[in-house]
């Protein structure tokens, strides 16, 4: 932004400060000129609120594209510190937003992802700021593709309280994606789609997946066909369309036709039965997938 100062206005200490702020801008070496704007941000930081008005532009100049490659972390983790201090000193969270927003928007093109992921998550958690800035948090994390644990939590409440008819796709596209699992996924996708499963299921989010994620826990893992059927019938009711979802209810439907052709035949014990049969289940989906790394 262009500074003004004049003169008079340098007797006061505001006048002072935009004079050293003008002097800073003009300075054509990169890293001399930074030195001198961070020593106007410490300036800024000590007044606490009282310049306030000027942090937002101050930022703007701090944080412009000729400087978002020089700026170090460390800078922006201070610029982070200001949203703080504002959180707790001023009426107006929007100022908060503010900031936070824009060292997101450096992290992000610095290409700091985890760091962007960071603030969002923490803005979104902050008990003091506003609804408004909550939402764009969780929307912002779905839409850069955040998938973690806690980002997960964030989708979930946000679709339980938000006052529009449609979730976001992006957030629903998210938690699709972890339940989408089927005979090749490992066992740690497997416990990680039933975890978030059985939460959908509790929070009654209308995402059809969640009963494939729980079939293909209950088949594979707990080895229990039968419930397995009824969960891949709910599925089917969600979505008639998944292939997967179907050579579930299939190889569940052979397992209880075997597991009773040998009880009656032979009096083989049922735990026996699922055992064995699991484990060639393992075996083949292993082979599948050496032919398909190999093939």
Same mark, same amino acid.
């Given at each position: 932004?262009?500074?003004?100062?004049?003169?008079?206005?340098?007797?006061?200490?505001?006048?002072?400060?935009?004079?050293?702020?003008?002097?800073?801008?003009?300075?054509?070496?990169?890293?001399?000129?930074?030195?001198?704007?961070?020593?106007?941000?410490?300036?800024?930081?000590?007044?606490?609120?009282?310049?306030?008005?000027?942090?937002?532009?101050?930022?703007?100049?701090?944080?412009?594209?000729?400087?978002?490659?020089?700026?170090?972390?460390?800078?922006?983790?201070?610029?982070?510190?200001?949203?703080?201090?504002?959180?707790?000193?001023?009426?107006?969270?929007?100022?908060?937003?503010?900031?936070?927003?824009?060292?997101?928007?450096?992290?992000?093109?610095?290409?700091?992802? /985890?760091?962007? =992921?960071?603030? @969002?998550?923490?803005? $979104?958690?902050? !008990?003091?700021?506003?609804?408004?800035?909550?939402?764009? *948090?969780?929307?912002?994390?779905?839409?850069?593709?955040?998938?973690?644990?806690?980002?997960?939590?964030?989708?979930?409440y946000y679709i339980q309280h938000t006052t529009t008819q449609t979730p976001p796709k992006s957030m629903l596209a998210i938690l699709i994606q972890i339940c989408?699992?089927?005979?090749?996924?490992?066992?740690?996708?497997?416990?990680?789609?039933?975890?978030?499963?059985?939460?959908?299921?509790?929070?009654?989010?209308?995402?059809?997946?969640?009963?494939?994620?729980?079939?293909?826990?209950?088949?594979?893992?707990?080895?229990?066909?039968?419930?397995?059927?009824?969960?891949?019938?709910?599925?089917?009711?969600?979505?008639?369309?998944?292939?997967?979802?179907?050579?579930?209810?299939?190889?569940?439907?052979?397992? /209880?036709?075997? =597991?009773?052709? @040998?009880?009656?035949? $032979?009096?083989? !014990?049922?735990?026996?039965?699922?055992?064995?049969?699991? *484990?060639?289940?393992?075996?083949?989906?292993?082979?599948?997938?050496?032919?398909?790394?190999?093939?």
């Open positions: 932004m262009t500074v003004e100062s004049s003169f008079l206005g340098r007797l006061t200490n505001e006048g002072r400060l935009k004079h050293q702020w003008q002097q800073a801008i003009a300075e054509s070496d990169v890293q001399i000129r930074l030195a001198k704007l961070r020593l106007i941000k410490e300036q800024l930081l000590t007044s606490q609120t009282k310049f306030v008005h000027l942090w937002l532009p101050f930022l703007d100049d701090f944080l412009s594209s000729a400087h978002i490659h020089v700026v170090t972390e460390r800078d922006i983790k201070e610029v982070e510190k200001m949203g703080d201090l504002l959180l707790h000193t001023s009426s107006d969270q929007d100022d908060t937003g503010e900031i936070w927003r824009r060292a997101i928007h450096a992290y992000t093109l610095r290409d700091e992802g /985890v760091l962007a =992921y960071a603030l @969002l998550t923490r803005m $979104f958690h902050s !008990p003091s700021i506003k609804n408004e800035w909550k939402d764009w *948090a969780a929307w912002q994390l779905a839409e850069r593709g955040a998938s973690g644990d806690d980002h997960l939590s964030i989708y979930m989408s699992v089927n005979f090749d996924s490992d066992m740690a996708q497997l416990k990680r789609a039933k975890e978030l499963s059985s939460r959908l299921i509790t929070s009654r989010i209308r995402v059809s997946e969640k009963w494939k994620a729980s079939a293909f826990y209950v088949l594979l893992v707990e080895q229990k066909p039968l419930e397995a059927i009824k969960l891949f019938m709910q599925a089917i009711t969600g979505s008639n369309d998944d292939f997967d979802v179907v050579c579930g209810v299939l190889a569940a439907s052979m397992l /209880v036709t075997v =597991y009773n052709w @040998l009880r009656t035949t $032979f009096g083989v !014990p049922a735990c026996s039965q699922s055992e064995n049969l699991n *484990a060639k289940m393992r075996m083949e989906r292993r082979k599948r997938r050496s032919e398909r790394a190999t093939g």
